[in-house]
């Protein structure tokens, strides 16, 4: 990972803290969970970036999940168009560049794209993993 986007990232992340019961874990963990969480959703489904940070230890991250996708090395190549926001809802403003090419990689997937939303047959439960 370039240098420069992890020092992004550290300015980014703040650890849990103790009071909160939760244990922290360093940002290069968190970002790897959340990729590997990521790597994981299959072809023809969706998640939410809450779903994904909760799977990847992070519960109430989802935040956190969003900006790993933003992080994330181009060549790594992970199916970032299967994270959706709450309800399966692109969270792209409608038009840009970004809204439209995640509709077509769902498509591609055989994924119905409506108004901006997935159908909800369509959303994955980590939990299964």
């Known amino acids: 990972m370039a240098r420069s986007k ?3 990232f550290h300015a980014l992340f703040r650890p849990l803290s ?3 019961g939760r244990a922290s ?3 290069e963990d968190s970002l790897q969970a959340i990729w590997n969480v990521v790597a994981r959703i299959p072809r023809g489904q969706v998640s939410s970036y809450g779903d994904v940070a909760r799977a990847a ?3 109430g991250r989802a935040r956190l ?3 790993a996708l933003r992080l994330m ?3 790594m190549n992970l199916p970032w168009h ?3 926001g709450a309800g399966g809802r692109i969270v792209f403003p409608k038009g840009t560049r970004h809204f439209r090419e995640q509709s077509r990689l769902l498509r591609s997937e055989g994924v119905t794209v409506k108004e901006g ?6 959303l994955v439960d980590l939990e299964e993993f």
């Not at 939303?117 to 369509?122: N, Q």
């Open 117 to 122: 939303r997935v159908d909800k047959s369509a």
């Open 25 to 27: 874990t360093s940002s």
């Open 82 to 84: 299967r994270v959706m």
């Open 6 to 8: 992890l020092q992004s």
């Open 73 to 75: 090395p181009e060549d």
């Open 57 to 59: 230890g992070l519960p």
């Open 65 to 67: 999940a969003g900006k």
């Open 18 to 20: 103790a009071k909160s």
